[in-house]
């Protein structure tokens, strides 16, 4: 079954800088990559997603790549926030209705003032 | 739209006995959703597939006689943690998607907190 890896776990960035996490998965047949953000004690909230046809997008200060060759996609948050500060969950899956979304780990972010 | 309602948010109870989660899709009719379970600090784990009107299809170590899942209709699903113990205690969370999976993304409902004492 698919597995998916995420780094770091932990990531800490002054107001202002970038942030930047990673994942990777091993099912090939994977083809939807959905971002969340998940505050303490409330649901997971998609943020942007990306899927396998394009390899890049952008959604203000919140941009996703995807190397599928490499099986590898990534988030970036830029002029980062207060409240940005969070868990960020990566997924992957095969995109069809009935598919199962498996998660990454989850990184805290911290944005220090 | 695309609103999942679950209920309750959180609930405690004695060891031993059973505790039942519903979830519901307000708004668009899921034939599947999703069940997962969240530890402190940790990811959500998804323990069982849910489809509406057959049976569960469980991740492996998940007991499925431990946690009964019923799909009865195409806007609801139910789980229930039967016989619960301490170490059952954690945060439940369902998604279902609105049609279509990746095009239109799956949506979580508000999770519930169980703790077992």
């Known amino acids: 079954g698919e597995n998916v890896e995420q780094h770091p776990s932990t990531l800490s960035v002054q107001e202002g800088d970038s942030a930047v996490i990673k994942c990777t998965y091993s099912?090939?047949?994977?083809?939807?990559f959905p971002w969340y953000k998940q505050e303490l004690g409330k649901r997971p909230q998609l943020i942007i997603d990306?899927?396998?046809?394009?390899g890049e997008k952008k959604d203000q200060r919140i941009a996703v790549t995807l190397n599928k060759t490499a099986k590898h996609f990534s988030l970036h948050i830029t002029e980062t926030q207060p409240e940005d500060s969070a868990v960020y969950f990566c997924?992957?899956?095969?995109?069809?209705?009935?598919?199962?979304?498996?998660f990454g780990k989850g990184t805290r972010l911290h944005i220090l003032p | 739209g695309a609103v999942v309602s679950q209920h309750p948010s959180w609930v405690i109870c004695k060891s031993g006995t059973s505790v039942k989660i519903e979830c519901r899709s307000l708004?668009?009719?899921?034939?599947?959703m999703f069940w997962y379970r969240q530890f402190p600090k940790q990811s959500l784990m998804l323990m069982a597939t849910?489809?509406?009107?057959?049976?569960?299809?469980?991740e492996q170590g998940v007991e499925k006689d431990k946690f009964l899942i019923n799909h009865a209709s195409l806007t609801l699903s139910t789980l229930t943690v039967t016989s619960a113990h301490p170490e059952d205690s954690s945060f439940y969370i369902c998604?279902?998607?609105?049609?279509?999976?990746?095009?239109?993304?799956?949506?979580f409902g508000s999770g519930t907190r169980l703790t077992v004492v």
């Open positions: 998604s279902a998607s609105r049609g279509g999976g990746a095009n239109y993304g799956y949506t």
């Open positions: 099912d090939s047949a994977s083809n939807y």
């Open positions: 990306i899927r396998s046809n394009v």
């Open positions: 997924a992957a899956s095969k995109g069809n209705r009935d598919d199962k979304i498996i």
């Open positions: 708004d668009f009719q899921a034939t599947t």
């Open positions: 849910s489809n509406e009107g057959s049976k569960a299809t469980y």
